[in-house]
Every structure is written in C-alpha cells, then in structure tokens.
C-alpha cells in the first residue's frame, strides 16, 4: 500500500530562484521593451518600470502579509472570495482565465513572430503561421500529458538568459560609457511623454509569473516567511535588472533615437543591438534563447490557463466535463484541448486577416491578458485591505497602506490603459478598442453563475474557491503566558472523545476528575463492555490514513481498515501515550450531574458518593441505547425479534431464516454475515443508500477523496463524487435496491462493497420496507413474503445522557440541539462531547471539538473574551452544512459538513486569538505508541496514583 509521499522541502533561494524563471526575462526584454517605445512614443520606459515595481512591491506586501493567514492554492481568486464573497471570488477566476488564455494567444503569437526573424536571419523565409502552428501542436501534447518544464531545465535557461542580458549590459556600458545611460529618461518631459499607462502596461506584462512564490510556497517549509522573502527579493531582483537593462537598450540605441529605431526594425531591435555590440556570437546566443525563453513561457501560460479551466470546471462553475483529469497522465486534458482548440481558431483566424503577429495579434493580445490579470490583482489587493480591515492583529503597513497602494496602482494602470487601449492596439477600430470591455462583462457574467450555483447547487457554491486559515501554534500567537485556574471539572465517559478532551485538559492544565464505568479504556471497541454494539467481524469504516487522534497516527502495520480488536488497542496505545491512565478512575459510574442554583454541579458516583464541581464535560458515546422500533403485527410473529446491538456473532445465524431490518453500515455489515453463515438472509430498507467501495484502484477510498493518497494510474477521482461512486457500483435496482435518493454526501456514506457482492450471488435478498409482521415471518412493501426465524433490527440508537435531567438540553428529533455540537445554549458549565455525525473520520474533530471546550474554560477563568462567546453561544446560527441537503431523518439532525465544520471552528480559533491543534503540536512520545503493549504495564492501577490524579 503507497505511503503519502514526502514533499520536498523549498528553500527560499530556490523559490526565487524559480519565480525569476517563471518571469522569463529574456522575453520581457526582448519582447516587450521594442514594442513598449513604439507603442509610448518616448524613453521614459524605465521610469514606467520603476513605477510598476513600487506598485507590485506593495502589493506584494499585502499578499505576502495575507498568505501568511490563509494557505493559498496559488490562484487570487481564493483570497478574493474568502474577503469579498464567492461571487467576487467567481468573477475573479473568469476574468483571470480569460486573462491567461490571452496571454497565451498572444506569446504563441509572438514566438511564431521572432522564430520566423531567426529564420529569416539564416536565409529562410518560413511564415510565422509555421513556427506558431508548431508551438501550438507542441504544447498541445504537453499539454495534454501534463508535461512541464523542469526546474532544471528553467533554470539553466534562466541564468543563461541573465547571462546573456548581462553579457550584452556589460558590452554596451564598456563600449558607450555613461551614454548608456541616457539622463533624459528619467526627466519628466520623457517619463510622462506619450502614453504612460501603456509603457506600465508593458511593464507589468514583464512581471507575469511573480505570483507564482505562493505556490511554490506551499512546498516549503515555513511559508509565512518564505512566501514573503521570495517575493520581496523576487520582485527588487527582477525591477532592478528590468529598469537597468530596458536603460541600457535605450542608450545603446542612442537614447532619443530608441523609438524611432524601435518603430524601423520592430523585433529585430534587440537582434541587430546584440550583433552590433556583441558580434555573430552574442547575436545567435540572444535569437536561441529569447526562442526557447517565449516558448516556455508560452506553455506556462497554456497550462496557466488550462488550470483555471480545470478549477472552474471541477469546482461547478463551468460544465462538469472541464474539471475531468486523465486517468493515465493526471493531467486536466479537456481543459487543454479547449485552451488548445481556442488558440488555432483565433491564431487562424488571426492569419488569414493578414494580421501582423508582432504589431497587432502579440500586441493586443498580450495587452488583454495582461489587463486582465492586473485586474485580478487588483481585485486581491482591495481582498487584502478587507481581510485585515477589521482584524485585532493587522499590521498598519502590511495589512492596510501596502495592499491599498497596491490596489490603486493597479486600478490606476487598469484605467489608463483601458483608456488607451487604441494607442496599444494601433487601431481606430472602435470594436476593436472595445475590447477591454470584455473583461467587466467576463467579471458580470461570473457573478451571474456564482448567483446561479447558489441556488441551484449549493453545495458546490459552499465548496467553491474553499480555503483555510494557517494554522497557528502557541509560539506564533505571542502569548502564551498560561493561565491559572481554579474551576475544577469532570469529565465523564472513556471512549475517544472524552480521551481527546482528557489530553486537552492535562496539556492545559484544568483541574478535572475523570470516571468511566467500564474497566479501560475503548467503549463500544471493547467487546466484553455491557451494551456494546460490537461484534466479531466488525472493522472500522474508516481506513487508518484518515483515523487517529493528531499526533498519534494509527500503526503502518495495520490493515487499510482495522478491526474491532485493534481499535481498542489503539486507543489504549494512545492513552498510555498521551499519559492519560494516571487520570482516569474506572469501574466508577456518574450516576447524576445536578445542576446546582449556584452555577456549580454536584454529582453522584456509583459508589454513592457526591463530589462537587464547577462544570461537566459528558462524552457518554452514541450508541449505548438501542432504537428498537415496534413492528406492526410483533405480537404475532413467532419468531425471534432483537436490536442488532445483541448480535456478537455470524455463528449466532446458522440454520436460520434471517432478516435484518435497516440500511446503515451495521445493517449491512451484519446482513453480509447472514448471508454468509444463515440459510437464507434478507435485508430490508425503506429507501435508497449510495454504497462506497472501501477500496478504488486498491487505495481506500476515503484517504482518495481526502487527498491524503494519490489515485494510481488509470483511476480518475475528478468531478461529482456521486457520479464516480455511481459509475464504479453501477444500477443498484438490478440487485432489487431502491434507486439512491440522495446527493453522495447528503446521508452517512454506507462503506461496504461485500453487500453488493452477496446480493449479486443470491447469498442476500434485497427486501422493501415491512409491512407487517405474521406468525411465521414478513409481508413487504411490494407484496411479497417471507418465511423468517430471525429479525435483527439495525434501527439505530438514542441519543441519551442518563445522569443529566433531560429538561437541561433543548432536543429535537432525538438529539440534543447545541451550539456547534458541543455547548447547550442554556447552560454554560456544561459542554458534551461526541454528539456529532459527518461523512468523515471522527478522532482529530474531537481533538478540534476538545479545543472549543478549552476556549471556553480559559474565557470562564480570565474573562477575556467572556462576553463575545456567550453571546455567540446564545444567538449563533452558522450554517455547517457545506452547502449540502441532508436526508430528512433524526439520524441526521445533528449531521454537519466536515469541511464546514472545521473551517468554522478555525475561524472561531483565529477570531479569539486560540492555538491550532496538528500533528506536531499534539506528537506523543514515539516510545509509547505500541498499541498492543500490555494496559497492565502502565501505573493504572496504582492506588495512590489513581487518588492523587482523579
């Protein structure tokens, strides 16, 4: 079984080193700086890239200041809609797409232009439709095979492209001395002449890729200071060489004369300025690599874009069939072949107007991209300002006045541009210089389906654009003087939730007495505790990649899902590890917690004894009280009726006529062993289940759909999970199933392949809902019967906590109704762990969970933030669906989306200054994490421990 990989590790030189070949500077020189003078009517182009510089670095500031708080994907519009809303944030992604896609159109165009001049240079007129009719097929099937360039391979090309550039500086300043630097462009009658907002168009087209150091960022090791530091560095590194060598060109050219040389020999500038001060050397050196310079930066922007179509397309904001990947090269080739299919259309359409590739179809093309994609980091900047706006730990600097001189810089550049696009483009064609104004109406129309999505599918809305707060240790936060307290608690229960919370306790260091009633620890995992649910051929329905508490993962040598007995011992392991057996008094019932008129509790033992204390933490499990539904016609069934919380066995079955009554994972798990070991097994279900394979390609399918392991090769995981889940289990009606009546996720996933298995041989008959009971078995809902001995209902369990006065909770269907699933509304000592269901494994939401409650007693201690979290637990209503219609039933009453859930209990651990919990911050000792080892080994037992710790 693969292990999830190790990433590699990115040191802030290599994340610069890597942005500045993202930049491609060669192409930005030689490329841009030609066009720039004839397009500005001027030499004050440095100046336009000193002001471009001033203006990404502060933006950069901001963006850096916000990666530091959010963990970003790389693309802007997850910050856009994490500050300004997800329709904002869609608006953001068409426009940036669209702006990707045009800058690819125009640098394939602008590739095929200065490969033709090389050509033309060795004798050889080729058409640059040729040269860009290759690129296109070239990058097409890299494309689609998801092929990148290397870091290496960009590397070299990268410090022999400033090699190069250098090499030509170095030769213009030897041979011109200070007159290749001509004063002029920096005075103001050259640095406002003709038309400034197209030269810093120009110049922040040169800087395109320098936003990649948050991706790059994500593979270091400490992004907060990586991002910033790549960035800063990144950008000065790149503005220094921009404005220095763009100078160099102007002089070399001889200074006023640059333009009009530009507007003579176009792209040839730079060329014949190489041949002329470098010789045949230089000049052949210069031609090669601005060639394979444009063409990486051509696939960049092809995959650029292919990738927010692929985003879009996975994330329901474009159709379905775009956010497929395929299943050999993982790579999003429908994305590809549409980016790919749209460039030959325009690049065709492009040559047979006769439309000159450099002048026009690079030009206007590139210009477009590039204001689109100004426009999106714009869009973040003003993000940026909103997201620190109103936040306590917001750096004046960084948080406020960076972020809005970025964004007026770049609104400033926006509407220049769009105002002057006609200068750009060389046209008086209105529709042509109209063009700009595609991208607001991009901007609306992404608007328009974001609305859309909202209430057509909501739950892809809620999933779209989704982001998360780094996480933060006590270190990070500064303060982390701990507090002193005095309130004691008990924590009752001693299953894995009220563990979670016991080592939340002892880390934070609350005085609590802990009881459980049973003899160790494991709950229902512990077969010989009265009551348990469990059974002998029971496993978890989760794999061990996605269980376990933070920092104690489940051992390597067990199976993908473990069985019943190795849970227990798991969670036994874990509580020697986290030194939870010293704190612990088993074999000790609460019998009642009394809510006293003075705040405090007085609770009864079993032994009889009363203790008091200043508030209760109850994590009494879920499934202690069977659900045992009476059957219309009971009275007359011969036959035996039980919950199949009695049910130990598979043995138990043999030679009997078996029904089992109830579709969830245990219905299913025991009527599989009925159909293995009963003479005849039926299974009853009154609607429609979505069942998962527990493996897809050999990998469990839940740490697929988590991310945490790779799919193999030849399995695509893209697109609706309820149309995979449906594609891989088939028609379920042919095996007399009803038809699922639920969105993938609406209802706890069923994890169970066999069921299908045994009703495709006949071993299981699929039955409807029960009518009635007769003296020697069933009628059901289509009218048929059958004889039955047995009858094992799989109905589910009662939420109850005996030892607390019911009149204490607000309950609905069932459940108890409370505050994120943890804190009743109107009481606030008491906290109760556990009462929640999501399709997700559950140990690390207790630690998540165990963390909220702590928040809390610090508040009741010190009385910060007192206040604001009772206000919150009175009047809150966060919706925690994730977006997703759950199943009407009081199974799900108390259902939330894991994801939602998570996020939310984030932003409450951000909002009040609280420490994120992880695996490193929770590591237990590696000495202590043998499961298996002997429980009485430990100092449990200990008489005078146990008195001292309880």
């Known amino acids: 079984m693969p292990e999830p990989a190790t990433r590699a590790v990115l040191s802030t030189r290599k994340v610069v080193f890597l942005v500045i070949a993202a930049a491609a500077p060669m192409g930005a020189m030689v490329g841009n700086v030609p066009l720039a003078l004839t397009r500005t009517n001027g030499i004050g182009l440095p100046v336009a890239f000193v002001i471009a510089s001033v203006i990404l670095l502060c933006f ?4 850096a200041a916000m990666n530091a708080r959010v963990v970003n994907s790389g693309a802007f519009y997850t910050y856009i809609a994490r500050a300004l809303g997800k329709p904002a944030g869609t608006a953001g992604a068409y426009v940036a797409l669209v702006g990707y896609t045009s800058m690819a159109l125009g640098i394939g165009a602008a590739f095929g232009y200065f490969t033709h001049l090389v050509f033309a240079g060795l004798g050889m007129s080729v058409p640059w439709y040729v040269f860009t009719a290759f690129a296109i097929l070239l990058v097409a099937f890299l494309g689609y095979r998801s092929a990148e360039l290397s870091a290496k391979v960009l590397g070299v090309l990268m410090v022999l492209e400033f090699a190069v550039l250098i090499i030509f500086n170095i030769l213009v300043v030897g041979t011109k001395g200070a007159a290749a630097f001509p004063a002029e462009s920096f005075t103001p009658n050259q640095a406002f002449s003709g038309t400034l907002g197209i030269g810093l168009l120009f110049a922040l087209t040169s800087f395109i890729g320098f936003e990649s150091a948050a991706i790059y960022g994500e593979e270091s090791k400490n992004p907060e200071r990586t991002v910033p530091r790549a960035m800063y560095i990144a950008v000065a590194s790149i503005s220094a060489f921009y404005v220095v060598t763009a100078w160099i060109i102007i002089g070399a050219a001889g200074g006023p004369d640059a333009p009009a040389m530009a507007e003579a020999q ?5 060329f014949n300025l190489a041949r002329q001060y470098g010789g045949e050397i230089l000049y052949d050196a210069t031609a090669v690599l601005l060639c394979t310079s444009v063409l990486a930066s051509y696939l960049a922007l092809h995959n650029a874009a292919s990738r927010y179509l692929f985003a879009l397309g996975g994330e329901g904001m474009l159709p379905a069939a775009l956010g497929r990947y395929h299943a050999r090269h993982l790579s999003p080739h429908i994305s590809s072949l549409v ?10 359409t492009m040559a047979a107007l006769g439309a000159d590739p450099y002048t026009v179809i690079a030009a206007s093309l590139v210009g477009l991209g590039t204001l689109g994609i100004v426009f999106v980091q714009a869009a973040t900047a003003v993000a940026v300002l909103v997201f620190f706006w109103r936040r306590p730990d917001r750096s004046l600097w960084r948080g406020i006045v960076a972020p809005a001189v970025g964004a007026a810089g770049l609104g400033a550049g926006f509407i220049l541009v769009t105002l002057n696009y006609s200068v750009l483009t060389g046209s008086d064609n209105a529709l042509v210089n109209l063009v700009p104004l595609l991208l607001p109406l991009t901007a609306v129309v992404g608007v328009f389906v974001s609305l859309r999505q909202r209430r057509a599918n909501p739950a892809a809305y809620a999933a779209f654009a989704a982001s998360r707060l780094r996480r933060r240790s006590a270190d990070s936060l500064g303060d982390g ?10 924590l009752v229960g001693g299953g894995p939730a009220s563990m979670a919370m016991a080592r939340a306790l002892i880390v934070e260091g609350v005085p609590f007495d802990w009881f459980e009633k049973n003899s160790d620890f494991g709950g229902i995992w512990d077969m010989k505790n009265t009551g348990t649910p469990m059974y002998n051929g029971a496993h978890f329905i989760s794999s061990k990649y996605t269980s376990g508490f933070h920092g104690f993962p489940m051992p390597q040598d067990y199976p993908d899902y473990p069985r019943w007995d190795q849970v227990r011992d798991y969670l036994r392991g874990f509580g020697r590890a986290a030194g939870l057996y010293g704190h612990v008094t088993f074999n000790t019932e609460v019998t009642e917690a009394r809510l006293q008129t003075d705040g405090s509790w007085s609770v009864r033992l079993s032994d009889g004894t009363r203790r008091e204390y200043d508030g209760v933490v ?25 919950h199949s919380a009695t049910f130990a066995d598979g043995a138990e079955l043999r030679g009997k006529r078996v029904l089992v009554l109830g579709g969830g994972n245990s219905g299913v798990d025991i009527a599989c062993e009925a159909a293995r070991n009963a003479d005849a097994a039926f299974l009853s279900v009154r609607r429609g289940y979505r069942y998962f394979p527990k493996h897809i390609g050999g990998i469990p399918t839940d740490a697929l759909v988590a991310g945490i392991l790779e799919p193999p090769r030849g399995v695509s995981l893209s697109g609706d999970l309820g149309q995979v889940i449906d594609s891989l289990v088939g028609d379920l009606t042919r095996l007399g199933l009803p038809a699922p009546d639920h969105d993938a996720l609406a209802s706890h996933p069923i994890m169970n392949g066999q069921v299908l298995h045994h009703l495709s041989h006949g071993d299981l008959v699929a039955k409807g809902d029960v009518v009635r009971l007769t003296g020697r078995g069933a009628v059901f809902a289509d009218g048929s019967a059958e004889d039955i001995d047995e009858i094992l209902l799989a109905t589910g369990y009662e939420y109850r906590i005996p030892f607390l006065d019911p009149e204490l909770l607000d309950w609905a269907s069932g459940r108890p109704r409370l505050y994120l699933n943890v804190f009743p509304r109107r009481v606030d000592s008491l906290y109760v762990l556990g009462f929640i269901e999501f399709a997700d494994a559950a140990y690390k939401r207790f630690d998540e969970m165990a963390q909220l409650v702590l928040m809390d007693i610090r508040a009741r201690e010190t009385g910060v933030h007192r206040e604001e979290l009772q206000a919150l637990k009175a009047t809150d209503q966060p919706d925690l669906s994730g977006g997703i219609s759950y199943v009407d039933s009081p199974r799900h009453a108390g259902y939330v989306g894991s994801q939602a859930y998570q996020s939310y209990l984030a932003e409450l651990r951000d909002r009040f200054g609280w420490p994120d919990v992880d695996d490193d911050s929770l590591a237990a000792p590696a000495a202590d994490a043998d499961p298996a080892a002997d429980p009485a080994d430990n100092g449990r037992e200990d008489p005078e421990l146990m008195d001292a710790t309880s």
């Open 60 to 63: 950069s500031v901001g963006y």
């Open 266 to 270: 176009l792209g040839d500038m730079v």
């Open 339 to 348: 980016i790919t299919a749209t460039t030959a259309l325009v690049m065709g």
């Open 481 to 490: 003087a701990p507090a002193t307290y005095t309130r004691s608690y008990c």
């Open 618 to 642: 109850a994590a009494p499990g879920t499934t202690w009280h069977p659900n045992a539904p009476q059957l219309p016609g009971q009275e007359l069934f011969t036959g035996r009726i039980r």
